[in-house]
């Protein structure tokens, strides 16, 4: 079965530090992993997918297969970074599916 | 261009009575996912399509349905409401096959009463 859990249901940091939002996951095969970020009122929007290996507004994140993570890191948070983060994995149907974590609000204080 | 467009945005139905909820995607994009999100589960997975054909189906009862017309417009239906089924229903394109990367819209926000 393909899961995806995030044990944080809220972040809560102040502006200048270090964010790290965690997601394991489970899937017996080879999984694409993603972050998808809603800002408020906005619309729920990919941030970045692992197989891209990209840093997107100084966010980045790892696939480590032996602890099966995918952490979400970004060095130096930012108030814009105030968002709900959902982590998402897809497995290697081919298909579209997406198996969604629940989601961590980060909230960047000043 | 123009994201995708959920249609209606909001409404309220009673138990037993049915909802046909629409999607209009990306233009261009060929496969329109549907997804149930409430604060109780999240985000799950209701089913995809892509040419007009069903391609997935996540674990929902019978009474969850949907189609895919040729212009890759879609819509979903639920029949026989239940409480539980309140809930905000997104819709997302995707111009690449496999990609996982989902474009989505703003939600139908559906209150069973």
């Known amino acids: 079965a393909q899961r995806v859990t995030q044990p944080e249901k809220l972040l809560s940091v102040f502006k200048g530090a270090p964010v790290e939002l965690k997601c394991n996951y489970s899937y017996s095969g080879s999984p694409e992993l993603f972050w998808y970020v809603q800002y408020s009122r906005q619309r729920l929007q990919l941030l970045l997918r692992h197989i891209s290996r990209e840093s997107i507004k100084g966010f980045t994140a790892d696939l480590n297969k032996g602890e099966t993570s995918f952490h979400l890191k970004k060095p130096f948070a930012q108030e814009e970074d105030s968002a709900m983060y959902y982590c998402?994995?897809?497995?290697?149907?081919?298909?579209?599916?997406?198996?969604f974590g629940t989601g961590t609000r980060l909230l960047v204080s000043p | 261009k123009a994201g995708v467009t959920q249609t209606p945005r909001y409404l309220i139905k009673t138990r037993g009575q049915q909802v046909t909820l629409s999607c209009s995607p990306i233009s261009g994009h060929r496969s329109v996912s549907w997804y149930q999100q409430t604060p109780g589960q999240g985000l799950q997975f209701l089913f995809e399509y892509f040419s007009e054909t069903q391609r997935n189906k996540g674990n929902f009862p019978g009474r969850f349905s949907g189609r895919q017309f040729s212009n890759s417009r879609s819509e979903m239906n639920v029949s026989t409401l239940e409480l539980g089924d309140s809930a905000l229903y997104l819709c997302?394109?995707?111009?690449?096959?496999?990609?996982?990367?989902?474009?989505f819209g703003e939600g139908s926000r559906l209150t069973v009463l």
């Open positions: 998402a994995l897809k497995g290697d149907t081919g298909f579209q599916k997406l198996v």
């Open positions: 997302a394109s995707s111009g690449l096959a496999g990609t996982g990367e989902l474009f």
